[in-house]
T-cell receptor
Framework: GIQVEQSPPDLILQEGANSTLRCNFSDSVNNLQWFHQNPWGQLINLFY???GTKQNGRLSATTVATERYSLLYISSSQTTDSGVYFCAVEPQGGGSNYKLTFGKGTLLTVNP | DADVTQTPRNRITKTGKRIMLECSQT?????MYWYRQDPGLGLRLIYYSFDVKDINKGEISDGYSVSRQAQAKFSLSLESAIPNQTALYFCATKATGYYGYTFGSGTRLTVV
C-alpha cells in the first residue's frame, strides 16, 4: 500500500517562530489532508489539498503532486499550535483505495 | 450536535470483557471507517464500510469485529478485550464522489 512519511518527527519552537512540516508519499493520490490533533485528542482538519496551495490565517499548505510531497507552513507560531500534525492520503485507483493512510505525525511544541 | 458522534468518550474495561464502541453520523455519508491511534504510530485502519452490505478489513482487524446497522451507524466490537487494545479509537465518514473525511472526537479505551 501507499507509504506516508512525515518529517521532522519532533519540533520545538519559541513562540513567534516559523516552521515547515513535510509529508512525502509513495504513490499518486486523490486526496491529501492535514490534521492537527489538539491536547484533548481531537483531530482538527486543517486542509484538504491534493494539489496546489491553500492558506488559512497563519497556516498554509502546498502539495506538489507530481513530486509526491506536501508542506505545511506555520508562521508566527503560538502556544496553541502545539500538538501533533498528521498528513493523511487517499491513493488513486478507486475501489478498495478509498481509505486514508496516515503518516506517524510531527509532534510540535511551542514554548512561550 | 457533532456531525460524527462517538460513544463512549472514555472507557475503562477489564481484560476478557466484551465492549462495543459506537459511531453515528448525521452527514448522510455512505462510507464509514474505524481507526486506532497508538502513541508514535499515527492512525491505523481497523475496518471500513462503503455501504450497509459492504464491510472490509483494514490493516489491523485481528481481535475486532464491526456492524453496520444502518447507513448512519457503524459499531466496533472487541469480543475479548486485551491490554494491548488500549488506544484512542476514531470513527470517520466520507461521501462517495467527495474528497474530505470527517472524524469523530475519539473514544479513549483503557483495558486493565
Amino acid at each position: 500500500g501507499i507509504q506516508v512519511e512525515q518529517s521532522p518527527p519532533d519540533l520545538i519552537l519559541q513562540e513567534g517562530a516559523n516552521s515547515t512540516l513535510r509529508c512525502n508519499f509513495s504513490d499518486s493520490v486523490n486526496n491529501l489532508q492535514w490534521f492537527h490533533q489538539n491536547p484533548w485528542g481531537q483531530l482538527i482538519n486543517l486542509f484538504y489539498i491534493p494539489s496546489g496551495t491553500k492558506q488559512n490565517g497563519r497556516l498554509s499548505a502546498t502539495t506538489v503532486a507530481t513530486e509526491r510531497y506536501s508542506l505545511l507552513y506555520i508562521s508566527s507560531s503560538q502556544t496553541t499550535d502545539s500538538g501533533v500534525y498528521f498528513c493523511a492520503v487517499e491513493p488513486q485507483g478507486g475501489g478498495s483505495n478509498y481509505k486514508l493512510t496516515f503518516g506517524k505525525g510531527t509532534l510540535l511544541t511551542v514554548n512561550p | 450536535d457533532a456531525d460524527v458522534t462517538q460513544t463512549p468518550r472514555n472507557r475503562i474495561t477489564k481484560t476478557g470483557k466484551r465492549i462495543m464502541l459506537e459511531c453515528s453520523q448525521t452527514k448522510g455519508h455512505d462510507r464509514m471507517y474505524w481507526y486506532r491511534q497508538d502513541p508514535g504510530l499515527g492512525l491505523r485502519l481497523i475496518y471500513y464500510s462503503f455501504d450497509v452490505k459492504d464491510i472490509n478489513k483494514g490493516e489491523i482487524s485481528d481481535g475486532y469485529s464491526v456492524s453496520r446497522q444502518a447507513q448512519a451507524k457503524f459499531s466496533l466490537s472487541l469480543e475479548s478485550a486485551i491490554p494491548n487494545q488500549t488506544a484512542l479509537y476514531f470513527c470517520a465518514t466520507k461521501a462517495t464522489g467527495y474528497y474530505g473525511y470527517t472524524f469523530g472526537s475519539g473514544t479513549r479505551l483503557t483495558v486493565v
